[in-house]
């Protein structure tokens, strides 16, 4: 069956995806008459198809709204509305990604070249970011896997490192005196967890090419780690025989691990994770909810981390 098509979208959702169009349209307006700049991309969302994944969980969806409106994106300011304000600046087209390293078949690929391989899949997963925050988000996107074994991984590789764009003229959060990270951001992820089949490259949400705020136009997703190991707008993936420099254990090593799996027996050292808020439950008294061991995903993760103390690695 294929969903994502627009007579698929519930009644509830109808109000802010026409608020959102309106906006749209009226961006493209004053890109028409010159007063965007001119290298502006207005990320016009293009609808996308995708089959369903048995992957994915059946909880309530977080709205479009708040997925696409509160973010983590600090290329674009460390506010969490400043992503949707000002992540429009972005140029994705073209858009290609660097493969180096230790790959049978290292190359520029164009993004429109990796799409025409692989089948868009829906993967409505649970996001649960180290800030104690968590969202039921409806991804189109397709098997990391399937993008590794057609760049043949050498059998020397240990673990991918992946690079977000560093393009200051485009990303506010660059330009800055005081920047909360250093750039460009970088993430990493063990082979056996980059080919695990829940690991995805996303390129669309709620049936739409990804919004500039969510990591267009390829963003990595990694449900059972904390939301930061999932890199947005990625221009580089390397395949490498060292555990990669992530950008949080950069900034702060004593906080942030490696592996940085969900885990509730394991405190952030300033906060505890055992709770989490469901965004656009109730208000501020809204009850949280207990956060569960590898996001709930342990059955398909657990594996991959047996004979670790994952409070050691972390
Ligand atoms: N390049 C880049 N990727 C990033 C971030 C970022 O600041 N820059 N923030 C991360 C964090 S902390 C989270 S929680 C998720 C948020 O993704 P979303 O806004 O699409 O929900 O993106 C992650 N990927
Ligand atoms: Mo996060």
Not at 181 to 188: D, H, I, K, Q, T
Not at 227 to 237: H, L
Not at 250 to 264: A, C, D, I, K, R
């Amino acid at each position: 069956m294929l969903i994502g098509k627009p007579t698929d979208i519930k009644g509830s959702e109808i109000t802010p995806r026409d608020v959102y169009l309106r906006r749209r349209e009226f961006l493209l307006g004053a890109a028409a008459v010159g007063l965007l700049p001119a290298y502006a991309g207005i990320a016009a969302a293009a609808p996308l198809q995708a089959v369903k994944s048995p992957f994915s969980t059946d909880e309530k969806l977080t709205t479009r709204e708040d997925v696409t409106s509160y973010n983590n994106y600090y290329e674009f300011g460390t506010d969490k509305a400043a992503p949707a304000a000002n992540a429009h600046t972005l140029t994705t087209k073209p858009w290609s990604v660097k493969v180096d390293g230790m790959a049978g078949k290292p190359a520029d690929y164009a993004l429109d070249d990796i799409l025409k391989g692989v089948t868009l899949e829906e993967r409505i997963y649970r996001m649960r970011c180290v800030e104690g925050w968590s969202m039921v988000i409806p991804w189109v996107g397709f098997p990391l896997a399937d993008l590794l074994k057609r760049i043949e991984p050498q059998g020397s590789a240990k673990y991918v490192a992946f690079e977000t764009l560093k393009r200051p003229a485009e990303m506010p959060g660059q330009r800055g005196i005081l920047q909360p990270l250093p750039w460009p951001y970088v993430e990493g992820l063990r082979l056996d967890e980059a080919m695990h089949p829940l690991t995805i490259l996303a390129v669309g949400l709620y049936g739409e090419t990804l919004p500039n705020q969510n990591g267009a136009p390829l963003r990595l997703v990694v449900p059972w780690k904390y939301g930061f190991k999932s890199i947005k707008s990625i221009v580089r993936i390397t395949l490498t025989d060292k555990q990669p420099p992530t950008s949080w254990s950069l900034q702060n090593s004593s906080e942030y691990g490696f592996l940085s799996n969900v885990n509730p027996e394991v405190d952030h050292p300033r906060w505890s994770q055992a709770m989490e808020r469901r965004i656009g439950e109730g208000g501020l008294f809204a009850k949280k909810r207990p956060t569960l061991m590898f996001n709930g995903y342990g059955d398909q993760v657990a594996s991959l981390y047996s004979g670790q103390d994952l409070k050691a690695d972390f």
